[in-house]
DNA sequence: GGTTGACTTAAACCATGGTTTAACACGTAT
DNA sequence: ATACGTGTTAAACCATGGTTTAAGTCAACC
């Protein structure tokens, strides 16, 4: 199993460095081994643990509550159903955030539509002329 | 025509006041009349234009970016090609958003069933003994 | 042996999007 | 006339989510 370095694991996820180390620093990325250096080795392991806390950031879950979800993890077995909760509560929340942004859309196909025709209209009235 | 309070506003639109008298500070809301004491009054119009700003803002659009669109409303019918061009990448924008949210939802549902799974087999441990 | 490049840290800084506070004004019901 | 509810303002404050800076370590190349 290969380990990659903060810059590769970087490059992998598509987040800077900075993020990741500031992730680590908020406690979102536990047990990381370091090098005789001091330098942060992720596993596959690690990295993928690191795609689901950018899955979470990405459906705008706060650092606060990815950090709980997080102290379960570590915690073990025992904390199976409170992280199955989480993501069950999660989902409906992006799924809620999905609607308004869905509707949102709606209104803004009609401006589009309606810009659109007004466009069209001007270029016509030109034409006209 | 009627015109409202920004209690009324913001009971209609279900934002706080604080909301709304941030979003005329930062001048998204232009053309609003006050009445003889100087307290706002809102028309319908300017009511379904908050209603778009609200759309935009549960889009993610930045206040700086509405603030672009407002004034182009503003100044009038030459900039609708803008205002068609705004909506028309800010909706890409927002698919390009919910997109990643969809992706998300997926490693989440998978989430879901694994600890699904494993609480279901840690019951039957607990049966089989 | 000295510079380069990749890494480390803690702490300061920044942008965004509001919310809260303090101090004050108005109109109406008691 | 006074107290209440509702409004006003500017400015301070707050949370969130990073980014940047300053100061330093280390290994390796030239």
Redesign the pocket.
């Known amino acids: 199993m290969k380990h990659y370095?903060?810059?590769?694991a970087?490059a992998k996820l598509t987040?800077?460095?900075?993020?990741?180390?500031?992730?680590?620093?908020k406690g979102l990325l536990p047990l990381i081994e370091?090098d005789?250096?001091?330098?942060?080795l992720f596993s596959d392991d690690q990295i993928m643990f690191l795609q689901i806390i950018i899955y979470l950031?990405n459906t705008?879950?706060?650092?606060?509550r990815?950090k709980q979800y997080v102290d379960w993890v570590v915690e073990g077995d025992g904390t199976i159903d409170l992280r199955l909760d989480l993501f069950i509560k999660h989902k409906q929340t992006v799924l809620d955030d999905m609607a308004l942004m869905t509707e949102a859309l709606k209104a803004m196909d009609k401006k589009i539509e309606r810009y659109t025709n007004r466009i069209q209209s001007s270029k016509q009235g030109k034409e006209e002329k």
Not at 5 to 8: K, P, R, V
Not at 15 to 25: A, N
């Open positions: 370095s903060i810059s590769e970087s987040i800077p460095e900075s993020t990741i180390r500031y992730y680590e620093k370091r005789e250096a001091g330098r942060r950031k705008n879950m706060p650092i606060s990815i």
